[in-house]
């Protein structure tokens, strides 16, 4: 499994990841309960990007110092793909996380703490995940034509499923809880559970937490292969994907009111995995260079976002 991920470098990583956890926690808690503003949102999504924008210049610049300029470009531009097509695939989930407040009323001041508790379980979770993935790529390289049979798959579904909202009733894990757990109608304060009568009664708030972790699960195992087929160094993997994770809480509250403006969107994602797919198959008889896929992923969110402001959607 070749990385360029020396132990320096993943000291480094995982310091600034802490410390921006850390920065976001200790700010957020400073602030109280609270319903986030746009203007607040917005600073802290170019907060987010800023802070990844850094990161992969000064990834750029060690490893062009180490190993020379053409490394340090390719490694650059691996990073900053990768970015972008997990930053854009985060877009889905923020339109499934609003679902999910919408159907359950969440207040506004427990969507952050809700949001938190997603991303630091994304962030473990994909990091085991693609770990796992590295092991299994070094030794069988077949794998890769698995996952771009899988992304071009999951692509087309998505396609088709563009613009019907998911019937949350007919979701087993919510039918099961149910089922199996006692679950009270209203919130109580800031618990996930109460103790009334012996008897542990559970919050709609517990229940969204457990979805929002099934829903990371699910998009983690449509994301993570999208990115292998840009590099298969784990270090790239991991960073490119922790860094678009970051900013998700922001820019959740960022697009949570202008989720009807970009009705097109899923159209334009199912189109990036479709062409990330076919990549994948292509790998091993056509070559596409890294700036391609980063310019044709960037044309095809452009164009989504552009027809979605000038084409009304459909009642």
């Known amino acids: 499994m070749e990385t360029i991920g020396s132990p320096g470098l993943w000291v480094a990583f995982a310091a600034v990841v802490i410390a921006a956890l850390l920065v976001d926690l200790v700010l957020m808690r ?9 203007r607040e949102a917005t600073w802290w999504s170019l907060g987010w ?25 390719r490694v650059g531009l691996e990073f900053l793909t990768g970015y972008v097509v ?6 889905d989930n923020i339109f499934v996380f609003l679902l999910l407040f919408q159907y359950f009323a969440v207040p506004e001041e427990q969507r952050q703490r809700v949001l938190v508790i997603g991303v630091l379980g994304a962030i473990a979770l994909r990091a085991i995940m693609i770990f796992a993935g590295a092991l299994l790529l070094a030794r069988f390289h077949w794998i ?10 999951t692509g087309i579904k998505m ?15 919510l039918k099961w809880m149910r089922r199996h757990l006692a679950l009270s109608d209203g919130y109580h304060g800031h618990a996930m559970w ?15 937490v457990v979805l929002i972790g099934i829903t990371d699960v699910i998009f983690a195992v449509d994301s993570i292969p999208a990115i292998f087929a840009i590099t298969s160094d784990p270090f790239i993997v991991l960073t490119s994907n922790v860094f678009a994770v970051l900013g998700l809480r922001a820019m959740f509250f960022l697009l ?8 097109l969107l899923p159209y334009g994602l199912a189109t990036v995995l479709v062409f990330i797919g076919s990549k994948m198959l292509l790998l091993d008889f ?21 027809l979605s402001l000038r084409i009304k959607p459909r009642e």
């Open 30 to 38: 400073h602030g109280g309960p609270h319903k986030v503003t746009m």
């Open 49 to 73: 990007v800023a802070l990844a924008l850094a990161f992969n210049a000064a990834l750029w610049w060690w490893v062009g110092r180490e190993s020379g300029p053409v490394a340090g470009q």
């Open 86 to 91: 997990e930053k854009s695939l985060a877009v």
């Open 144 to 153: 890769l034509y698995v996952f771009g049979a899988f992304l071009v798959f």
């Open 159 to 173: 396609f088709l499923a563009a613009g019907k909202p998911p019937d949350l009733e007919a979701n087993p894990a």
């Open 194 to 208: 109460f103790m009334r009568e012996g008897r542990r009664w559970f919050t709609p708030l517990f229940v969204v």
């Open 256 to 263: 949570q009111g202008m989720a009807e403006r970009f009705h």
């Open 286 to 306: 056509v070559k596409i260079p890294i700036v391609w896929s980063l310019v044709v992923v960037a044309l095809i969110l452009a164009a989504t976002i552009v």
